[in-house]
Antibody, heavy 120, light 110 residues
Framework: QVQVVESGGGVVQPGRSLRLSCAASEFTFSNYGMHWVRQAPGKGLEWVAVIWYDGSKKYYTDSVKGRFTISRDNSKNTLYLQMNSLRVEDTAVYYC?????????????WGRGTLVTVSS | NFMLTQPHSVSESPGKTVTISCTRSSGNIASNYVQWYQRRPGSAPTAVIYENNQRPSGVPDRFSGSIDSSSNSASLTISGLKTEDEADYYCQSYDSNHVVFGGGTKLTVL
């Protein structure tokens, strides 16, 4: 069925790196803008980054700019989030979300999330 | 960037109607569409309203959305409350290629 599935979460020490993946299935991945959204324990949803359908544009929330990189491989139907210089405050469940064709800022489809824990 | 402010929690009885507000701190609420998401514990968020007042397929018409330029706010109204509506609800909008979520409202149906 139409879905996105995140992977790559885990426990990592502060200052280290981690790469998340999001595998898309049963839809034309290359047509859609994609986002990463996170939720820290006991906190609300926080948007992290967006990438245009063709990878031509990328935007980030201020707190991850310069540390995180969003990318995609349309030949593999996969979205990525490279997270460097991780901080304790990056601990969260990270969700992959698909924008809608007509409105990229509407999160039309969500994955179940992958947990990233940054701790020494 | 602007902020979206929601009440921390609301509660109401089954069968009643509840309205959750979402106030934009700066800029015009009507300038960018507002979406609403429901998040039940242990589940991924799902949209219940998009483009201010549109319902995704499968969302019952008990859910409705609106915006009010005079108060610069959006509202999510749920009528005929059911226990299954108990969840966290988040409003969301965007501007200048950035997304903003409200802090979330915990709806208790008791």
């Amino acid at each position: 069925q139409v879905q996105v599935v995140e992977s790559g979460g885990g426990v990592v020490q502060p200052g280290r790196s981690l790469r998340l993946s999001c595998a898309a299935s049963e839809f034309t991945f290359s047509n859609y803008g994609m986002h990463w959204v996170r939720q820290a324990p006991g906190k609300g949803l926080e948007w992290v980054a967006v990438i245009w359908y063709d990878g031509s544009k990328k935007y980030y929330t201020d707190s991850v700019k310069g540390r995180f990189t969003i990318s995609r491989d349309n030949s593999k139907n996969t979205l990525y989030l490279q997270m460097n210089s991780l901080r304790v405050e990056d601990t969260a469940v990270y969700y992959c979300a698909r924008g809608q064709l007509a409105l990229i800022w509407y999160f039309h489809l969500w994955g179940r999330g992958t947990l990233v824990t940054v701790s020494s | 960037n602007f902020m979206l402010t929601q009440p921390h929690s609301v509660s109401e009885s089954p069968g009643k109607t509840v309205t959750i507000s979402c106030t934009r701190s700066s800029g015009n609420i009507a300038s960018n569409y507002v979406q609403w998401y429901q998040r039940r514990p242990g589940s991924a968020p799902t949209a219940v309203i998009y483009e201010n007042n549109q319902r995704p397929s499968g969302v019952p018409d008990r859910f409705s959305g609106s915006i009010d330029s005079s108060s610069n706010s959006a509202s999510l109204t749920i009528s005929g409350l059911k226990t299954e509506d108990e969840a966290d609800y988040y409003c969301q909008s965007y501007d200048s290629n950035h997304v903003v979520f409200g802090g979330g409202t915990k709806l208790t149906v008791l």
